[in-house]
């Protein structure tokens, strides 16, 4: 049976991309050849390769406004990199703000390369909430976020209007709500969290922000040579970028984002009432910051872990004990991620509090 499927990335998807895509390894377009068999230079890849790059930008609302859709290797961790080696000047600096491990490691990567300034930290409180009213420097190259802080979460819910580039990790939101993404110039998410199987990262640019540091950078990891190459320059991964393809035909088909960020709001809705409720659970995220995609949440009592363990398990959910650094539970509904599934784990949470008050 089909598990209730809770995990923080890789991650549940919808149940036809992985039959499509599981029959696109056996038969890909009934050409008797396998997705894995072919030259990612045949006509049938490259067409996969241009949908799925049209469709990005179709369903982020940038068509025709300067940007370029990529999928790319290495991970969201490679973009840590990436970002600073082609758009920091070889003298100049970045902004950053650190709202998680994953802000904290682009920091890290940033700081190889140059003055970079973190703007607000929250780390003191074990990043329970996002900082708000700092400052970015007018100077600074470009402005960095993490727009949902996929292990302690917490989400930013409204970004800053700036004058210099915006950058934003969106590995684990991207395509779950409605945003203005034209204020960013610059949008990498990995995969594997809310678009397809790992192995690829999907980096969206305004290609104006583009050559403007003086450094040489090595081909492999300029964004420039990648557009040029039509996301092509090496041997893409070509199972991981069909199964984007057709997560997002999916979602097209849907409705698209405004159709799916009313199916995540009700489902974060449903999850944090019944933590809000229910005296056997508090909440780990300040409320306002809360995450619509991983919910993280404790056991009031210690105790009832053992119990509480057995009940989700025995109801078929999978994937939902916390990140090592916060401890406790955390429900990742990603887009995938049915209202049904929440449904069958606010009742085991509903069916703890009635044992225990027997005891
Ligand atoms: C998972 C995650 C990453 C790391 O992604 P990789 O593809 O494993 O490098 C980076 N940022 C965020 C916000 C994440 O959730």
Known sequence: MKKHNYSAGPCIL???????????????????????????RSKDFVAVMEETRALVLELLGLEGKGYQALFLQGGASLEFLMVPYNLMKTD????????????????????????????????EDNYSFIPKGYKVPTDANYFH??????IFGTQIKSFPELDIPMVCDMSSDIFSRSLDFSKFDLIYAGAQKNMGAAGTTLVVI?????????RTIPSILDYGKH???????????VFAVYTCLLTLQWLKNIGGIAAIEKINEAKANLLYSEVDRNPLFTGTAVVEDRSN????????NPEHQEIFDKMWKEAGISGIPGHRSVGGYRASMYNALPL????????VMKELEELVSKQ
């Open 14 to 40: 919808p149940q036809e991309v992985f039959e499509k895509s599981a029959q696109a390894v056996l038969n890909f377009n009934n050409s008797g050849l396998s997705l894995l068999e072919i030259s990612h």
């Open 92 to 123: 100049g600096k970045a902004a950053y703000l650190d709202t998680g491990t994953w802000a904290n490691n682009a920091i890290k990567e940033a700081q190889l390369f140059g003055e970079t300034i973190v703007v607000a930290s929250s780390k």
């Open 145 to 150: 976020c993490t727009s949902n802080n996929t």
């Open 206 to 214: 305004k290609e104006e922000i583009l050559n403007k540091t003086g």
């Open 227 to 237: 557009i040029k190459a039509e996301s092509m320059y090496n041997t893409p991964a």
């Open 293 to 300: 995609m991983n919910a993280t949440f404790l056991l009031t």
């Open 340 to 347: 049904e599934s929440v449904q069958v784990l606010v009742d």
